[in-house]
């Protein structure tokens, strides 16, 4: 089956950066969409970016004004979300999700995922 397993959360300052990671444990997902959201206290899973899971593709959220970026080690099967200029409002939980593509490059609603990592914590302070 295989998991997703996020990691690299934790408290940073507004202005610093973090890189999230979602490594696959125990298979690999080529030919997956994979996506980043979020999840901030009352308030609905957030997209964030999506793209293949082992190719260089990738689609934003606007909201986001190029301050997150996707990035890949297919060697290590993990994908990064490398998040600059960090703000208060950016604290939530994070999520990468996994889905079969069946030709899709992106997927940006959350429902859309079937397979989700358990989530990393990022707080931003002010």
């Known amino acids: 089956q295989g998991e997703l397993v996020e990691s690299g959360g934790g408290l940073v300052q507004a202005g610093g950066s973090l890189r999230l990671s979602c490594a696959a444990s125990?298979?690999?997902?080529?030919?997956?969409?994979m996506g980043w959201f979020r999840q901030a206290p009352g308030k609905e899973r957030e997209f964030l970016a999506t793209?293949?899971?082992?190719?260089?593709?990738?689609y934003y959220a606007d909201s986001l004004a190029g301050r997150f970026t996707i990035s890949r080690d297919n060697a290590k099967n993990t994908v990064y979300l490398q998040m600059n200029s960090l703000k208060p409002e950016d604290t939530a939980v994070y999520y990468c999700?996994?889905?079969?593509?069946?030709?899709?490059?992106?997927?940006?609603?959350?429902?859309?995922?079937?397979?989700w990592g358990q989530g990393t914590q990022v707080t931003v302070s002010s």
């Open positions: 125990g298979r690999t997902f080529s030919g997956y969409v």
């Open positions: 999700a996994v889905q079969p593509s069946w030709g899709r490059s992106y997927l940006q609603d959350y429902k859309d995922y079937n397979y």
């Open positions: 793209g293949p899971w082992n190719t260089g593709s990738a």
